[in-house]
């Protein structure tokens, strides 16, 4: 059976509701709570299906590297917007990286504190990229 999210105008208090499709509608709904009848149905979030070819073409848009040079914080928004458009763990370096661009670091003072970043990246640079990586 579905389960439906509800919220009590009466006392403000969340709760869930289990009705199968002939109930929903039907049923009166009573808070658990405080036993009103007050209540409202939350619509909780909705997940949009999209292609892998969809996903590519929203990170291939130009407009995303409008301002990224100049803008640590943009350059770290940007990275974890297309970490989460392909959908992979980048793993703890990454998060490192994306963590420092985010509190405003710049790639350099970046590379400078952690040299080593990725390992058996190129030479000096983190992970193999190079500064216009960023």
């Not at 291939?60 to 989460?84: W, Y």
């Not at 405003?104 to 970046?110: A, F, V």
């Amino acid at each position: 059976m579905p389960t439906y999210d509800f919220r009590c105008l009466n006392c403000r208090r969340s709760f869930d509701v289990y009705l199968s499709y002939q109930e929903y509608g039907e049923k009166k709904i009573v808070c658990p709570y405080c036993e009103s009848e007050q209540v409202t149905r939350k619509i909780g979030r909705i997940r949009v299906a999209r292609s892998e070819d969809s996903h590519l073409e929203n990170l291939a848009d130009p407009s995303n590297l409008d301002g990224l040079e100049d803008d640590p914080r943009a350059l770290g928004r940007m990275m974890r917007k297309m970490s989460s458009e392909v959908g992979e763990e980048m793993g703890p370096e990454f998060d490192e990286v994306v963590g420092r661009l985010e509190a405003g670091q710049s790639p350099e003072e970046i590379e400078k504190h952690i040299p080593d970043l990725g390992g058996e990246g190129g030479e000096g640079s983190p992970g193999g990229m190079m500064e216009d990586d960023f």
